[in-house]
């Protein structure tokens, strides 16, 4: 049973914990993945893959791929939104002009929140995409 805290006003649930989303102006568009695979810098983590894009829209923003390799739709669903979550709390520390999209794997479903910023970042490091 949800509680007060967990609907506004007009009983409608928060978009995330702690209230603040990732704007669609911030995530890829559909037509730029295929652009995205085919530059080709890719870049294998244990819960996740990622695909930098640099080109003339790229603007620090995300796409997310969840295969069926990952688990059922509610698998896959949960794995975006924590990939989603842990790109949105660090995207200021990721260079403006680069797009990423994040390609799940099965054990990110059994990986804490804590692990998927962790690695994320690290690939970001490795991509040299990161800002230290």
């Known amino acids: 049973m949800l509680n007060s805290e967990d609907t506004n006003n007009e009983g409608h649930h928060r978009v995330s914990p702690s209230g603040a989303g990732l704007p669609r102006s911030c995530?890829?568009?559909?037509?730029?993945?295929?652009?995205?695979?085919?530059?080709?810098?890719?870049?294998?983590g244990r819960y996740m893959v990622m695909w930098v894009r640099?080109?003339?829209?790229?603007?620090r923003r995300l796409g997310i791929v969840s295969g069926k390799k990952?688990?059922?739709?509610?698998?896959?669903?949960?794995?975006?939104?924590?990939l989603?979550?842990?790109?949105?709390?660090?995207?200021?520390?990721?260079?403006?002009?680069?797009?990423?999209?994040?390609?799940?794997?099965?054990?990110?479903?059994?990986?804490?929140?804590?692990?998927?910023?962790r690695e994320l970042l690290e690939l970001a490091r490795k991509a040299e995409i990161l800002k230290i």
């Open 54 to 59: 640099t080109g003339e829209r790229a603007s």
């Open 70 to 82: 990952t688990g059922n739709s509610v698998e896959r669903s949960r794995a975006k939104r924590r």
């Open 84 to 117: 989603r979550e842990a790109f949105r709390l660090n995207r200021d520390m990721l260079s403006k002009d680069r797009d990423i999209i994040l390609t799940t794997r099965r054990q990110i479903l059994k990986a804490g929140s804590r692990d998927v910023e």
């Open 27 to 44: 995530r890829i568009q559909r037509e730029e993945y295929r652009e995205t695979f085919e530059q080709g810098a890719r870049y294998p």
